[in-house]
């Protein structure tokens, strides 16, 4: 019986680490199309804005190229947010203690969250133009 209560907590220590490990491969944004007949300078503006609210900081880079950064305890997303009046992307970077792996094109799970969570609050900055 003591075996088994000594494997049992051995298997459910380790079954806590893997799942707090979890990577998935590297969500994009790919020409999400702008529905509003806008200027790509209310485009950029949707994004500054969207981003600001989920906490990113985003910055012209140049006409068209905007970067966005996220800062999340010890961690640090880094991605480029191409933009016209008819569409934006959302491309990975770069990346600080997110366990990025170049080689398989994976990240960790949250890096995704955030992802989603800034073209939704640009979509939704992008519906108010309607």
């Given at each position: 019986?003591?075996?088994?209560?000594?494997?049992?907590?051995?298997?459910l220590l380790g079954l806590f680490v893997l799942t707090g490990c979890r990577t998935?491969?590297?969500?994009?944004?790919?020409?999400?199309?702008?529905?509003?007949?806008?200027?790509?300078?209310?485009?950029?503006?949707?994004?500054?804005?969207?981003?600001?609210?989920?906490?990113?900081?985003?910055?012209?880079?140049?006409?068209?190229?905007?970067?966005?950064?996220?800062?999340?305890?010890?961690?640090?997303?880094?991605?480029?947010?191409?933009?016209?009046?008819?569409?934006?992307?959302?491309?990975?970077?770069?990346?600080?203690?997110?366990?990025?792996?170049p080689e398989t094109g994976t990240i960790h799970n949250n890096y995704n969250g955030?992802?989603?969570?800034?073209?939704?609050?640009?979509?939704?900055?992008?519906?108010?133009?309607?």
């Amino acid at each position: 019986m003591n075996k088994f209560v000594k494997y049992g907590v051995a298997a459910l220590l380790g079954l806590f680490v893997l799942t707090g490990c979890r990577t998935a491969a590297i969500y994009n944004v790919d020409k999400d199309p702008v529905e509003a007949k806008v200027s790509s300078d209310k485009v950029y503006k949707a994004i500054k804005t969207a981003g600001y609210s989920k906490g990113w900081i985003i910055t012209k880079v140049k006409p068209g190229l905007a970067m966005g950064k996220l800062n999340v305890r010890k961690h640090q997303a880094v991605v480029e947010i191409p933009y016209s009046s008819k569409s934006f992307s959302i491309k990975y970077k770069n990346s600080m203690n997110l366990k990025h792996n170049p080689e398989t094109g994976t990240i960790h799970n949250n890096y995704n969250g955030w992802v989603q969570n800034l073209e939704n609050a640009i979509n939704f900055e992008l519906s108010r133009f309607n």
